[in-house]
Structures are given as structure tokens and as C-alpha cells.
């Protein structure tokens, strides 16, 4: 089957947006069919009771990827995040939709302060699926705004920027204090021993060689080409 | 920041106001009092519990100006000291900063729910030590006002106005009470000698005489509120006569 994928640009720079509304029943719920009072009131009264249902919705897509935390450990932790105690520092001033960075995430405040609520019916389902869902959809944008400073750590590591360096320090210290080289079969060994880092590396100077000597780009690309998998083999014997 | 430095409150205090004040029609009463049965005597919650049947039976669909909420207050049942010294400009003034504090528009909050909880919050600062009272027999520490903070002079004010009230309504309890008792007593005996169960016809008629006299005030009312009112019928100028505190 077939289905149209329709991507905003605009919408993904809100991550929140990705969260799709969440579908409950009232009755399962324990909730009555009716407001039996105003918009705030109902909401205000029910409050802890969707909060519940916000956070378990949380915890099972999040043990879909980690199975293993799916304790009452791992809610607690997540509901820290999502507390006043993790609240992440405002970078825009000027952005009129920031309140989820400080306080508490799933506070009913931001519930009602959501333009879109103007927009629900006043009926019990529709007024309670909004609440439950926003409340997700702000603690996506704590819990993804709090994993940024890790994610560039992460990147960082993938690219072993935190290593004082690649080479071994008697090599590096011949090089540089007795203009000695290491011999071709040390350089790959050394290059072998962290393939990873090396494979990118000399991709990088492959590609700048490149630049300068072959002017066609088409000729260009089949080099770039034929330069990885000389990379492949080249750090791939010793593995096999 | 400012209209919370004014209101004083947390954003959630503030709803678990709005929610307690909210009017339970099965019940005829605020919800806060479904938690708390004994707060019926207080001066606070008597003000808010009668003003929110008051205010819902107009069945709202705009906002009030500040003359109407002191019709409202005028047409109370028991006359408090407390409302006698409010204007309905300062509860009005007071909906408008629920709202923007809130953050959702009257209709959300509910009309005669939003005129309660302003209200509440008018007294609140008006008469901390009566308000805080009522947070003691509510319960709800957590609504409290600095009473030096509210100032000493409305302090002085409540604590006077309080004590009147106070004897008034002890009176007006007493009245009541000997109402009651003397239904009781004439029901039992018309009970006795003919054998129904029906109140004395008396106080059949005592009652319907104020139930009517409340279909009439709800009439004026209801023409302030919809700019619509009758200046020429009989009971509009029995009303005005009222209102100037002269007899019909």
C-alpha cells in the first residue's frame, strides 16, 4: 500500500509537532462522558489523572527503543527531566512558545496556554486527548532540547576530535624530535589499529587531492570511487 | 509578571480557585464545599457560595459590567458586610486580569465561574484576615495572603466589618431557625389533625411570595445584562423603588 508523505519544513524545526495526537476513551479512563463543569474546571480536576496517562504513553514508546528501562525507576527518572530541576537555559528570547523549558513540562499551564486549545470542543474527549497530547508533545521538546549537549558530545566522539591524538607518542615523538618516519608496514599497522578514524581521514585527503589534480567531475566521482574501495581494502586485510 | 505580584498566586493555586468555585448545579452549591460541609457560617465561602447561584441563574453569554455585579451583590438573599464594601468595577477589573492570566477566555473558565473566582480574589485582598480564616476552615494553607502585605488599614476595615457581620448573621441564623421550628411545629400540628404531611399554608405562601419576588429581580437583571430592560412595566418601577430604598 501506497501512502502520501507530506513533509513541512517549518514543522520539523518543532519537534513537538512530530508527536501525533494521541487517541483515548474516556470510560477506560475512569473519566465521566460529560464536562459536569467548565473547560478549566474539568481540566483542573482531572489533571493528575491525564498526567498519569501522559507519562505511561512516554514510557512505552521510550521501552520500544529500551526495552530494559521500563521500571518505576526509569519513570521517576523521567519525570525528574521533565521537572523544574532539569530545566534548560532560554537561547531565544523572542520565541513565544519557550515556557516548556523551565517548570514543570506537563504543567497544565502550558496545556491551556496552547493556542490550539481554542480550537477543541468542549466535550470531555477531544478536550482530553488535546491535553494528553500536548503534555507529550512538550515533554518531547524538554526531553530533545536536554539531549543536544550530548548528541554534539556524541559526534564528537564519533569523530575522536577528543583524542589528543591518532598517532602513538613514540611515533609522533621520532617524527617531530628526530625527523625519523615510521616505515610503510608501521604506518599501517598504526592506521589498522583504528580503522574507523583512519578510513575517514584518508577519505578526506583523498578527496582534496582529487580537487586539485582532476578537473572533470564526472572523472572525479569514479576517482572518489575507486580511492574508497582501495580505503575498504587497504583497512580491511588485517580483519580478514 | 506584574498581574501575578498583584494576584500574589501560583498559576496552579489559581486554577484549584477556579476549579473550588466552580458551581455544582445538582447540588446548588460550590465545589468546594463538597469537600468541606462545615464551611457553610464562614463569611467568605457564604459570599461566593450565594453569589455563584446568583450569577449562574443569569445563565451569562457576555461579560457583566461593574454596575450589574453590584446589582447581583444587592440581590443576594443575606446582605454581607463584606459584599456592602466591594464595587463591581474592582470584581470586574479583577475577571479581566483572571484572564489574561489564565491565558484562555471567560467562556473556558466558565462565566459564572470566572465572576466567583474575581470574587474571591477581591476579598482576597480586600479582607486577608476573614480570607484566611476561610484558607483555615477550607483547608487550603496554601491560599493564604500576607496579611501585612494586604496592609494594615484594610485589615482593620475587615476585622470591624467582620464582627458586624458576624452578629447579623447569627441573627439572621436565629430568624431562620425560629422560621424553621415554627414550620415544623404548625406542619405537625396540621399533620396531626388531618393527617398530611404537607408544610402549614402560611409558609406555603411566605415562600412563593419570595420566590417571586426572585423571578423579578432575575427579570431586571436579565435586561441589564441583555440592554433590554422594560423601564415601563409595573415591576421594573417596584424594583427601581427598591433599589433607591424607598418602599412600594
Known amino acids: 500500500m501506497r501512502h502520501h508523505l507530506k513533509v513541512d519544513g517549518l514543522r520539523i524545526l518543532d519537534i513537538g509537532q512530530a508527536v501525533s495526537p494521541v487517541q483515548l476513551n474516556p470510560g477506560t479512563l475512569g473519566l465521566p462522558p460529560g464536562l459536569d463543569g467548565s473547560v478549566v474546571d474539568c481540566l483542573v480536576r482531572w489533571y493528575p489523572r491525564l498526567r498519569t496517562v501522559a507519562l505511561d504513553c512516554l514510557m512505552a514508546q521510550h521501552s520500544l527503543l529500551f526495552p530494559y528501562e521500563d521500571g518505576a525507576e ?79 558530545w556524541f559526534f564528537n566522539v564519533f569523530l575522536q576530535t577528543s583524542q589528543p591524538t591518532q598517532i602513538p607518542l613514540d611515533v609522533l615523538y621520532a617524527h617531530a624530535v628526530e625527523q625519523a618516519r615510521p616505515t610503510p608496514a608501521e604506518a599501517a ?4 589499529e583504528n580503522a574507523i578514524f583512519w578510513k575517514a581521514e584518508l577519505q578526506s585527503l583523498g578527496n582534496q587531492y582529487l580537487l586539485v589534480t582532476v578537473p572533470d567531475p564526472k572523472l572525479m566521482t569514479l576517482q572518489n570511487a575507486a580511492l574508497y574501495q582501495q580505503l575498504k581494502r587497504f583497512l580491511a586485510e588485517e580483519e580478514v | 509578571m506584574a498581574t501575578r505580584a498583584k494576584i500574589n498566586l501560583d498559576y496552579e493555586q489559581l486554577l484549584a480557585i477556579i476549579s473550588a468555585c466552580q458551581l455544582v448545579p445538582e447540588r446548588k452549591c460550590i465545589r468546594l464545599a463538597l469537600d468541606c460541609e462545615e464551611l457553610t457560617g464562614n463569611p467568605v465561602f457564604d459570599c461566593l457560595n450565594r453569589f455563584s447561584g446568583v450569577v449562574d441563574r443569569q445563565a451569562l453569554q457576555n461579560s457583566l459590567s461593574g454596575n450589574v455585579v453590584q446589582v447581583l451583590f444587592s440581590k443576594l438573599p443575606m446582605h454581607y458586610e463584606l459584599l456592602q464594601r466591594i464595587d463591581g468595577d474592582s470584581v470586574v477589573t479583577e475577571v479581566n486580569r483572571l484572564v489574561e492570566t489564565i ?12 465572576y466567583v473566582t474575581a470574587l474571591a480574589l477581591v476579598l482576597r485582598t480586600r479582607f486577608p484576615q476573614e480570607w484566611n480564616k476561610f484558607c483555615d476552615f477550607s483547608e487550603r494553607q496554601q491560599w493564604k495572603i500576607d496579611i501585612e502585605q494586604a496592609g494594615t488599614r484594610s485589615f482593620r476595615q475587615a476585622a470591624s466589618g467582620f464582627h458586624r457581620e458576624q452578629v447579623q448573621n447569627q441573627a439572621v441564623a436565629t430568624n431562620e431557625a425560629n ?9 405537625g400540628r396540621v399533620s396531626e389533625a388531618e393527617g398530611f404531611t404537607q408544610p402549614a399554608e402560611p409558609v406555603l ?44
Not at chain 2, 181 to 187: F, H, L, T
Request: glycine share 6%; aromatic share 6%.
Open chain 1, 74 to 152: 526509569a519513570c521517576d527518572r523521567l519525570e525528574t527531566l521533565l521537572s523544574d530541576r532539569c530545566a534548560v537555559p532560554i537561547q531565544d528570547d523572542t520565541s513565544p512558545d519557550g515556557l516548556w523549558r523551565h517548570g514543570d513540562a506537563l504543567r497544565l499551564e502550558l496545556v491551556l496556554k496552547a493556542p490550539a486549545l481554542q480550537l477543541v470542543s468542549f466535550e470531555t474527549q477531544p478536550l482530553i486527548e488535546f491535553a494528553v497530547t500536548e503534555m507529550i508533545r512538550n515533554a518531547y521538546r524538554r526531553l530533545h532540547t536536554l539531549e543536544c549537549p550530548l548528541a554534539e
Open chain 1, 189 to 192: 599497522k598504526i592506521m589498522r
Open chain 2, 179 to 187: 422560621e424553621q421550628s415554627a414550620c415544623d411545629s404548625v406542619a
Open chain 2, 103 to 114: 491565558g484562555v477566555n471567560l467562556v473556558m473558565i466558565g462565566f459564572s465561574n470566572g
Open chain 2, 205 to 248: 405562601k411566605e415562600r412563593r411570595k419570595s420566590e417571586l419576588e426572585e423571578e423579578d429581580d432575575d427579570e431586571l437583571i436579565n435586561g441589564l445584562v441583555t440592554g433590554t430592560a422594560n423601564n415601563t412595566g409595573g415591576r421594573a418601577h417596584q424594583w427601581s423603588f427598591r433599589k433607591f430604598g424607598l418602599r412600594r
